[in-house]
Structures are given as structure tokens and as C-alpha cells.
């Protein structure tokens, strides 16, 4: 199986005056084309941090990330950039939608700074992509900041996968849910996962999360452990 994501002793640290925090303490983890992920452990664990290595929002302080057997650390910054918008779609706990936008326009808006598709091409994407998360037609031209969080999350996992990316990154994606809409957001995360065949690694507090999941990670005092389920 392809390894889509490959952590190779990786170590993260901050430093705190004199002292040394040790988040991650030399991990290494394969992540393959089509795995479902679940990320657990306590707060402050270093999940959001470990996900963050894995999408270039953060750098290792010793060690490497490979994407597709490319190491991270040999791309420059505008490949990387352009890895990011093309490859890996990030979903938050805070959905980090632009509010003032409607909700076509947000998914719209990373197809768009690709800058490969016309303006209506990317609506034309954008609409595909709603529908398939679960969004009436006629909520598209709304402002997302009338949506509900519920809604609010489906426009984001849109807008993460508006460039057709290989993998979805989800940091607590259904911390702000309440238990009947952060079922379906798992549920959609995991359709997404079988029929689109992405590669999605989803870190959470919510156990029942697991049951979603053949692959669960668990991270305390900087190391971690993989179980299969
Ligand atoms: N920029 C930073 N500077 C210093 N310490 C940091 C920084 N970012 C994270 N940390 C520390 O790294 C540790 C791991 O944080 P991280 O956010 O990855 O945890 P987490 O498992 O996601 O927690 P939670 O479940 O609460 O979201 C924490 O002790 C945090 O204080
Ligand atoms: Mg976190």
C-alpha cells in the first residue's frame, strides 16, 4: 500500500526560557493512501501539534515529513504552498470559514487561489462539492455566519476538499457539535473516506469517534502508540 505521509523521527520542542518542552519525543508513523486515522490523548498531548507537522503548518525540530516520498524539507516554500492548496485539506474545530462570504463563495475560494480553474468552473465545483456534504441549493448564496455550526462544518470539509485533495486533515472537527451533528459530520468524514477514497486523520477527544476507525493513534507524554481496532 502507498504511504501517503511518513514521519520519520520526528521530535518537537519548545523552549520556555531554559526549559525544554519535549511535545513530541521521536516519532515515526506511516500514514497509507486510504487509512481512516483517529488521533487520541489527553489535552496538551500534542495532537494539534502532531497534525500540524503533518500539513506543514509547523516544522519539526528534529527529524523529517515525507509526502509521497518527498521530503518536506527539500521543497520550497511556494511548493509547499502550492502542496497545501492541491493535497491536503484542513478541517478545525472553529470551521474557520470566512463569515462575510456566502457559503459557494468560501468552497470557491481555495479553487480559485490555485488559480488553474475559470471563476465558473470553481462555482461549478463548489456546487458539486455542497451538494455532496449535504447542503440545500438554496442555502448556497447565504452568508455562513447565518449557518449553524452543523452546516457551518459540512462547508468546511466542502472547502477542504475543493481542490480534490489526497488527504483531509480534522483538528477536533466536532468539538463545537452536539452529539446529533457531530455524528454526522463523522459519518460524512468517513462516506468521504470509502467512496472518495481520501486519507483522513481526525484528532479528537470523542471516543465513540473510534468506533469509526480501524486505526487508532494514541499520544501522551510525547510518544505514540498505534492500535488497531
Ligand atoms: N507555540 C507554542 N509554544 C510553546 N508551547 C506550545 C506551542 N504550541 C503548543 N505548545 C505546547 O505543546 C503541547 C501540545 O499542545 P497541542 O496543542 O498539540 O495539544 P493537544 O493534544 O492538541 O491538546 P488539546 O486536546 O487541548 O487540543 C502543550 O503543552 C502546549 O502548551
Ligand atoms: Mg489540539
Redesign the pocket.
Known amino acids: 500500500m502507498k504511504i501517503k505521509v511518513k514521519l520519520k523521527n520526528v521530535t518537537k520542542f ?1 523552549k ?1 526560557g531554559d526549559e525544554k ?1 519535549i ?1 513530541l519525543n521521536n516519532i515515526s508513523l506511516d500514514i497509507f493512501e486510504g487509512d481512516f486515522i483517529v488521533l487520541m ?10 497534525l500540524f507537522i503533518i500539513s506543514a503548518l509547523e516544522k519539526p525540530s528534529l527529524g523529517s515529513v515525507f509526502w509521497d516520498d518527498v521530503p518536506v524539507d527539500t521543497l520550497t516554500d511556494s511548493e509547499i504552498q502550492r502542496y497545501k492548496l492541491k493535497k491536503i485539506g484542513l478541517v478545525f474545530q472553529n470551521y474557520y470559514l470566512i463569515p462575510s462570504m456566502t457559503a459557494l463563495e468560501n468552497v470557491c475560494l481555495p479553487i480559485l487561489l490555485l488559480n488553474e480553474y475559470s471563476e465558473s468552473e470553481a462555482m461549478l465545483r463548489a456546487k458539486e462539492l455542497l451538494s455532496i456534504v449535504g447542503i440545500e441549493k438554496n442555502r448556497f448564496n447565504d452568508l455562513v455566519s447565518r449557518f449553524s455550526g452543523g452546516q457551518m462544518q459540512r462547508v468546511a470539509i466542502a472547502r477542504a476538499l475543493a481542490n480534490n485533495p489526497d488527504i483531509i486533515v480534522a ?2 472537527p466536532t468539538g463545537n457539535l452536539d452529539t446529533k451533528n457531530s455524528k454526522i459530520i463523522i459519518e460524512l468524514l468517513n462516506k468521504i473516506n470509502r467512496d472518495l477514497n481520501k486519507t483522513i486523520i481526525i ?1 479528537t ?1 470523542d471516543p465513540k469517534i473510534a468506533a469509526f476507525s480501524d486505526k487508532v493513534i494514541f ?1 501522551q507524554d510525547g510518544k505514540i502508540t498505534l492500535n488497531y481496532i
Do not use: C, F, M, R
Open positions: 519548545y520556555n518542552i511535545v490523548g489527553p489535552s496538551g498531548a500534542g495532537k494539534t501539534t502532531l483538528d477536533e484528532a477527544h499520544i
